[in-house]
């Protein structure tokens, strides 16, 4: 080839976008409810929807191959332009749009009620743990998952949903903020154990976020009680200040409801896992299960000590029915 002519030799196929971004118009007239339309549009995609990165709202659906700091803005300024589309729909302000959540969620509640009673309800498709949870907990799952179809768009990564709370803020096009330490509380139904002792359904919520948390990342640091759990990339000073704090949380929750003479009396009977999936809560660093009074220190090489031997501070899986 001569200098200065051009290659026409066979070119290279463009790469996929890494990111598609797809609109969706809402007709105001024919709109009905914002997160059935959510919803549609997520039976159609389908178990596409278990791989990669996906965002949805009623009028734009996002997907990127991977997790990256783009697709989080892009969600991001999905959701800010739906939000300014519902204010200026209704034509209040952001009164307005506070009145339309809480409309939302009125009409979940009141569809919860209906629909929550079989196994085969279409709430489990979006919770599998939900079988095990008190009815109650159910009408609030369901009218959470209504709520991020609707309001805050529904964002899923390899088919896990992530909470808005946990989603990346943007900073700028390439920095976005992602949040390390994660705190999630949750609202628990003592009844059973105030009629008769009964600590299976708060225990079995333990155990259920435990399986959760550790199938995504078994290397994660967590803090799990049956009303709150504290979720860390790493074992780190401020995973273990948070976890501490949540710790306290749960001691004066339970405190309130159940009452320290109770408590005393049930923890006299109750086995080690009842200690730690319920009275105490559960620490996970680095796979392994950490008595109460036994968390280690940051600074401390997690693997010093043999598993089973006399100083060890932690349970197996198996201890605390895991496995």
């Known amino acids: 080839m001569k200098h200065g002519e051009a290659d ?17 118009p809402p007709d105001w007239g024919t709109l009905g409810d914002p997160a059935e339309t959510t919803l549609e549009r997520c039976r159609r995609l389908g178990d596409r929807l278990l791989a990669g990165a996906w965002f949805l709202n009623p009028i734009r659906t996002i997907h990127s191959p991977t997790d990256t700091p783009r697709f989080h803005q892009a969600a991001a300024e999905a959701q800010a332009r739906w ?26 509640k009141k569809e919860a009620l209906g629909e929550i009673v079989t196994p085969t309800s279409r709430t489990n498709s979006f919770n599998p743990r939900s079988d095990a949870l008190p009815d109650r907990q159910l009408v609030r799952n369901f009218v959470r998952y209504k709520k991020l179809l609707a309001v805050s768009g529904l964002m899923l990564v390899d088919g896990h949903v992530i909470e808005p709370r946990n989603r990346g803020r943007p900073e700028t096009d390439k920095d976005i903020k992602i949040q390390e330490v994660s705190v999630t509380r949750r609202r ?26 550790l199938a995504a990342n078994p290397n994660a640091a967590l803090y799990v009680t049956p009303g709150i759990t504290v ?8 995973f273990l200040k948070k976890a501490r704090k949540a710790e306290s949380w749960w001691h004066d929750l339970t405190h309130t409801e159940i009452g320290k003479p109770r408590l005393r009396k049930l923890a006299k009977s109750a086995g080690e896992a009842a200690g730690m999936l319920f009275f105490h809560g559960t620490l996970v660093a680095n796979g392994r299960f950490y008595r109460p009074g036994r968390w280690p220190n940051p600074a401390e090489d997690l693997n010093h000590l043999d598993q089973g031997s006399p100083d060890d501070p932690t349970v197996s899986g198996e201890t605390l029915g895991l496995t």
């Open 8 to 24: 026409l030799g066979e070119s290279k196929p463009l790469p996929p976008p890494t990111l598609q971004i797809t609109e969706h």
């Open 83 to 108: 939000r300014r589309t519902l204010t200026d729909n209704l034509n209040c302000g952001h009164k307005g749009f506070r009145r339309a959540v809480r409309k939302v969620v009125r009409e979940a």
């Open 188 to 213: 628990c139904d003592f009844s059973p154990l105030m009629s008769d002792d009964n600590l299976q359904p708060l225990m079995i919520t333990s155990r259920n976020e435990l399986r959760l948390h």
């Open 231 to 238: 979720v860390g990339q790493s074992f780190n000073p401020s």
